[in-house]
């Protein structure tokens, strides 16, 4: 052998082996099943290229990925609820790997890649939606993690139903995180998405035992909800608020307490808020939210009904979450006494007033033991509950049971508290709240009507019979 060629042999011999490391690798796979599709997930080495089919007689999918070699097996990613039955793998040309999906029934394919975060590395997801799920428009690859304008339209709730019809009062619950985010992790692995979950069933549970109230659960199983996709469900459901629920980290481990959000319009209150706030919004880039939905709707127009209703939402945000917050305040400590405002991207519906409700920090050691505890949970639960009834009792919407109640004299209120706030005075608290200045002042013992912002008011039992 001539040397030109003994460099050439060696040449191939170190260039075989570094062209299989140069190969991007399928380290794991997974499946999250939810209500009307499946997603798949590859764990991978690396960026690449791939594209998405499907094949019929027999229904197939078939996923190529570029440059790509599997390292795991994918045997996992099949029973259950899921349509796939089979998974095969080949090898097409030199260096593409093949993945074949045999299915059970026809579903629609979107797939998208995600970059690394915090909690993964490079990502292929492949949805399959079953038929008759509504398959979102695929947009970009990566949304902003930062506010975007909201999707929403404002839409009239009661105009479907008859008059005559007491109809309930609705609330969706949404359990943060699910799927391929799991949200916070405590002390022990404690994950948020479970905790939440548990305390959004509980919820459900308790709303759906009272008359006049229907409680929906937005996420109703381990699997990721991108967030705006959340808002519209709840929207879906006729909602007419939305409560979305949380057991966050702090930077700090010692940090604890609950908390309520209401969504900012101009900057988040505390620095605490800010962090949570962009924590959460990371959620879509974390679960994957490579399938949001926009709607092409007249930008200026959308922007100007947004601005109306969004204003009327807030101020009921508001009040619910104070409601709520006073409630909590009595079983568990809290990490604010008001009600805090960030701009969150669930809170971002302008029909429906929304709060976030943390339920306490999952990274403090002792709160996390007792956001495991079910008893704590079920006691969670009847705090956020009672804010609510609270809430609705005072602002039942027209055609509902409880504005029924109201209005025929049999809905008793017990006292509440009130913050002022600015612009307010007594006779227009005392108007807001059905009773005469002179009770407002008895309750309060003002010896003067000069109130401050933030002073906290007692309102007085009263029963509402009329208007
Ligand atoms: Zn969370």
Not at 408 to 434: C, D, N
Request: charged share 20%; hydrophobic share 40%.
């Amino acid at each position: 052998m001539r040397i030109p060629q003994l460099l050439a042999a060696l040449v191939i011999c170190i260039t075989l082996p570094l062209e299989a490391l140069a190969m991007t690798q399928v380290n794991s796979a997974r499946l999250w099943r939810a209500p009307d599709n499946t997603r798949l997930v590859f764990d991978l080495t690396g960026p690449v290229e791939h594209s998405v089919f499907t094949l019929s007689a027999p229904d197939r999918i078939v996923i190529d990925i570029k440059k790509t070699q599997l390292s795991t097996q994918l045997s996992g990613l099949t029973g259950g609820k899921s349509p796939i039955t089979q998974v095969r793998t080949g090898k097409q040309g030199t260096d593409e790997l093949r993945i074949v999906l045999d299915i059970s029934e026809q579903v629609t394919p979107k797939s998208f890649t995600l970059t690394p975060n915090q909690q993964y590395g490079h990502r292929l997801v492949v949805d399959l939606f079953d038929q008759g799920a509504s398959v979102p428009k695929q947009v970009a690859p990566q949304p902003a993690a930062t506010a975007a304008p909201p999707a929403a339209t404002p839409t009239a709730k009661l105009s479907k139903l008859p008059a005559s019809h007491k109809r309930d009062i609705v609330i969706a619950i949404d359990a943060g995180h699910g799927g391929e985010d799991p949200g916070a992790i405590g002390p022990g692995g404690v994950r948020e998405k479970d905790i939440v979950l548990k305390i959004a069933q509980e919820l459900q549970r308790q709303i759906n035992a009272e008359k006049g109230f229907r409680a929906e659960l937005v996420r109703t199983g381990d699997y990721f909800i991108p967030l705006r996709r959340r808002t519209e469900i709840a929207r879906k459901k006729g909602a007419d608020l939305f409560v979305s629920v949380h057991a966050d980290a702090a930077p700090r481990a010692a940090a604890f307490g609950a908390s309520v959000f209401a969504l900012s319009d101009s900057g988040a209150t505390s620095e605490t808020a800010r962090w949570l706030a962009d924590s959460e919004n990371r959620s879509d880039l974390i679960g994957g939210a490579g399938n949001v939905k926009l709607h092409d709707k007249d930008a200026m127009l959308a922007g100007v009904l947004l601005d109306l209703s969004m204003t009327a939402s807030l101020s009921s945000s508001l009040d619910v979450g104070q409601k709520v917050l006073s409630n909590m305040g009595r079983i568990t400590a809290l990490h604010k006494k008001r009600v805090e405002q960030a701009g969150f991207m669930v809170l971002k519906s302008p029909d429906m007033p929304s709060i976030l409700v943390e339920t306490g920090f999952i990274s403090n050691p002792g709160e996390s033991k007792k956001l495991a505890n079910r008893s704590h949970q079920q006691a969670l639960a009847r705090s956020i509950h009672t804010g609510i009834r609270q809430f609705f009792q005072q602002n039942p919407p027209p055609g509902s049971y409880v504005a029924w109640l109201r209005d025929s004299g049999k809905l008793a209120i017990g006292p509440r508290e009130h913050v002022v706030r600015s612009g307010e005075s007594v006779s227009l608290i005392a108007q807001r709240y059905q009773i005469s200045p002179a009770q407002l002042r008895n309750a309060n013992k003002l010896k003067s009507d000069a109130l401050k912002v933030g002073q906290l008011l007692t309102v007085p039992a009263t029963t509402l019979a009329g208007q």
